[in-house]
């Protein structure tokens, strides 16, 4: 029975991680269309102007220009949001800036749901394994809030040092939003549990611990560097 909890645990993790994908789905498809629709505008533009009487070559190729700019940002932002879905590497990146991501693929939703997102990482550079922190660090901030009803602020901060560093998501209750009212969890799939996030803090090797008002993930390891606060 012993030697079938790994086994157990690999199915778990990967159960976790189709259910935090299918809630990530509808929050890539905006944030990939809001990409896109600048191209569109763009090109549409350009079109009008290619079949004016009298088409005006120098705004014509200033227009060729930014499209091109367009579309090569276009082009990264996409590849990014799929690496979301099949990553390519666990390699360290800085805590900052993978929070400051992971906040802004969910800004849209959290906002239409009254939440205020408050990033008090931004300060300090710690550098922990990319899959834990897209994974573990969105899956709890995902799971904390789909247990708040109402409009609330949600606190993200970090601390700790060399080897040990820790994240915490805090939310408190805040003024009633007129988005409030707008909108709920987006309904494409079910709420994410607190043993889903576990079994993703398992597979990356995260200390988990979680009340009805915060989440903190401690990571010890050797291979964490945390500099600057």
Do not use: C
Not at 47 to 57: C, F, G, L, N, T
Not at 97 to 108: D, K, N, Q
Not at 188 to 211: K, P
């Amino acid at each position: 029975m012993s030697s079938e909890i790994p086994h157990l645990k690999e199915r778990l993790a990967e159960a976790a991680r189709y259910a935090l994908m299918r809630r990530l789905l509808p929050a890539i498809r905006h944030n990939l269309a809001g990409t896109l629709q600048p191209i569109g505008m763009m090109s549409a533009m350009l079109e009008r102007r290619i079949k004016a009487a009298a088409p005006d070559m120098g705004q014509l190729a200033k227009n060729t220009q930014a499209l091109t700019a367009l579309s090569r940002e276009a082009a990264a932002t996409s590849l990014n949001l799929m690496t979301w879905l099949a990553p390519r590497d666990n390699e360290l990146i800085a805590v900052n800036s993978a929070v400051e991501e992971s906040l802004g693929l969910m800004a849209t939703e959290l906002s239409f749901r009254g939440f205020s997102l408050d990033n008090q990482t931004t300060q300090g550079v710690a550098k922990l394994p990319k899959g834990m922190l897209r994974s573990v660090f969105t899956a709890s901030l995902i799971a904390l809030t789909d247990t708040v009803d109402q409009p609330a602020s949600v606190v993200v901060s970090m601390e700790g040092e060399a080897g040990d560093t820790r994240l915490r998501i805090t939310v408190a209750a805040a003024a009633p939003s007129e988005l409030a009212n707008l909108g709920n969890r987006m309904p494409t799939y079910r709420s994410l549990q607190w043993a889903d996030v576990q079994a993703l803090a398992d597979a990356e090797g995260v200390h988990l611990e979680h009340a009805p008002d915060h989440v903190q993930i401690r990571y010890l390891g050797a291979n964490s560097v945390l500099s600057g606060s």
